[in-house]
């Protein structure tokens, strides 16, 4: 179109104060490694303030994101979440804060890599947000400013003399027009107040000219050529093209964490929970639990029918949950994975299709409402103790419904929590069985019984769920085992999610009616779950992998590809082709195996090249 323009939003930084300052606050430590435009601002995450105030401006034909290798794949993750158009998230190629391409070499390279050097440009910095009743930060008021001008513009707010040392400062004429840049000068060496904020708008023969002012500054060292204000000083210097200021009230920038957490106050509500939250784990006042997604190493389903498994906690995925005091009992929602608030209906049937209609906040109820059942039936505490109110929150890296315990890690987490916000005793056998029956009776979820077990435990669990045995205690037979004797695994799972409960098929019900087949398959089951505890005891790996393999082909002829669903049994296809064994860690939608060191790169190519997520497996024990 005549006047329409392209947006770059600059995401390529390493974050390295910010970085470096969650070290000092507990609290943020779940923001260890997230991209700065990634961090949650609100209800949001910074860049989405952006992207959906951007994607719908009729002058904007194209909205683009530049990032680094390091983070690449963090923001594909996000890309596909939010809907937005994958083929526009550029890769700038550097891995470190010492091989970065620098703010004016990212643009370079985007604007070259999307072809998009003729059109006019608005450049945002990703770690920049001004106020939400500021008109005049508008992308469409910069717009309109724009069209009055004809030329480029600077955006610029009015700071106090303390800051001018700490910012590119502006001066100007009375027309409006720039007539120098001012890198961090004495508030002695300027009579202007005007600072100006990474935001802004480049006509296309101004973009050309980057390549001018790099091969001038070819020598010079990587700060120099990094802070575009030099390339507006370098401008104002040659003089051929005119830069204009647009004035906004002010902006926010989340360069270390003190301002990470003023940005989040003003843009969550003053009297929210969740703030309430974030200052008690300031001030160290909460308690906190984490626990581990788990892999059924072997003999998995035969858990939920008297049968013998053996499963183990890794590192790789967590859930954890933070607890304080509060007047009330509150439950505060995740930001991804119990949105509220959706921006059409289109954004919001993307999430259902991608979360069904289940948050994380009906797991956390459920494992309240049982703890509160459970103490009371067993009078560990009274009316009174039960008093004291709570505010809770989750979060989980844990993929969901592949099979890797996402659930009932959350309830694990909530339990454990309130164990010692109530300070009581409850023994880990016990805890398993009621983080069950959190699942079965709460919430009528079909659910395997070792995952409870591995994390309630952690480590490498043998579990023997033997019918007289149960029925007598309780609970099985569990005992831990040398984790360090399983050899170096492989997990790939898929992002088509499959809800764990409509796997089972008929099995149970045949198994209820006494079916033979059925019940000599769980005999079988637990058969195979012996003999891996002897080739691990013994590192005998090449029975390990023949038993891996077993496992699988078992569950697959009692339960019949249908009920596997044809994304699982390809996850498996995958390995096999390449001579890997694999089998479900837990009901379909992942896979684990043992793959020898020298078909690794072969392994993940294959899974990747096909658009499934690949990872070596980190066991995790806290004993």
């Excluded at 961090?184 to 002012?213: C, G, H, M, W």
């Excluded at 069985?433 to 009776?441: G, L």
Aim: charged share 25%; with cysteine; proline share 4%.
């Amino acid at each position: 179109g005549e006047h329409t323009m392209n947006v770059l939003i600059l995401a390529a930084g390493f974050g390295t104060r910010l970085q470096a300052g969650i070290k000092d606050y507990p609290l943020l430590a779940h923001l260890h490694d997230v991209p700065k435009p990634l961090l949650p601002v609100g209800n949001n995450l910074l860049i989405d303030y952006w992207w959906y105030h951007l994607k719908d401006l009729q002058f904007v034909d194209g909205v683009y994101v530049v990032t680094n290798d390091a983070h690449y794949d963090i923001y594909a993750a996000w890309a596909q979440q939010h809907g937005f158009p994958i083929q526009h998230l550029i890769n700038d190629g550097s891995n470190s804060n010492a091989t970065r391409l620098g703010a004016v070499g990212c643009i370079k390279y985007a604007v070259e890599k999307a072809q998009i050097e003729h059109q006019d440009l608005i450049v945002i910095a990703g770690d920049t947000l001004f106020y939400l009743d500021d008109e005049s930060a508008k992308v469409e008021s910069i717009y309109n400013e724009y069209l009055e001008k004809d030329s480029n513009i600077l955006l610029g707010y009015e700071v106090p003399d303390s800051d001018v040392s700490r910012r590119g400062i502006l001066e100007v004429d009375e027309t409006g027009l720039i007539t120098s840049f001012l890198e961090k000068p004495q508030p002695d060496e300027t009579k202007s107040r005007i600072a100006s904020p990474a935001v802004y708008l480049l006509k296309s023969n101004t973009l050309n000219r980057i390549n001018e002012f790099l091969n001038d500054n070819v020598d010079a060292p990587l700060e120099k050529k990094d802070a575009p204000g030099n390339f507006w000083s370098w401008l104002i210097t040659n003089r051929e093209d005119p830069i204009y200021l647009h004035k906004i009230k002010g902006r926010f920038d989340v360069g270390n964490c003190q301002q990470y957490l003023e940005t989040n106050l003003y843009f969550s509500s003053k009297r929210s929970t969740s703030f309430q939250m974030l200052n008690a784990a300031l001030d160290g006042k909460t308690i906190k639990h984490r626990s581990y997604a788990r892999i059924g190493l072997i003999g998995n389903p035969s858990d939920g029918y008297h049968g013998k498994t053996i499963s183990m906690t890794i590192e790789n995925f967590y859930a954890e949950v933070e607890l304080i005091e509060s007047d009330t009992i509150s439950f505060i929602p995740h930001k991804i994975h119990d949105g509220i608030k959706f921006y059409n209906f289109d954004h919001l049937l993307e999430t259902i299709k991608e979360q069904t209609y289940h948050g994380g906040i009906r797991l956390l109820k459920a494992a309240c409402a049982k703890f509160y059942k459970f103490v009371r039936q067993n009078n560990l505490l009274t009316e009174d103790d039960l008093k004291r109110n709570f505010s809770i929150r989750y979060t989980t890296t844990i993929p969901r419904q592949v099979g890797l315990a996402g659930s009932s890690a959350i309830i694990t987490s909530v339990l454990k929590c309130l164990i010692e916000f109530y300070q009581i005793d409850i023994e880990k056998p016990v805890l398993a069985e009621t983080i069950m029956s959190v699942e079965k009776d709460e919430l009528n979820i079909a659910c395997g019984l070792q995952d409870r077990v591995a994390q309630t435990y952690t480590g490498l669990m043998y579990m023997n769920f033997d019918k007289d045995l149960t029925e007598v205690q309780g609970y099985g037979d569990y005992s831990r085992l040398n984790i360090r004797k399983v050899p170096k695994l492989f997990l790939a799972y898929g992002h088509k999610p499959s809800s764990s409960g409509r796997i089972h098929s008929n099995v149970r019900d045949r198994f209820i009616t006494g079916d033979q087949e059925v019940i000599d398959a769980m005999a079988e089951f637990a058969d195979i779950t012996e003999r891996t505890r002897s080739a691990l005891e013994e590192e005998d790996y090449e029975s390990f992998n023949a038993l891996i393999n077993a496992n699988f082909d078992l569950r697959r002829k009692l339960f019949g590809d249908a009920a596997i669903g044809s994304n699982s049994i390809r996850l498996i296809e995958i390995a096999r082709n390449i001579g890997v064994s694999s089998k479900f860690p837990g009901s379909g939608g992942a896979v684990i195996g043992y793959c020898p060191p020298e078909k690794i790169d072969a392994l993940k190519e294959a899974y990747e090249s096909e658009g499934f997520s690949f990872a070596t497996v980190i066991p995790y024990s806290e004993e």
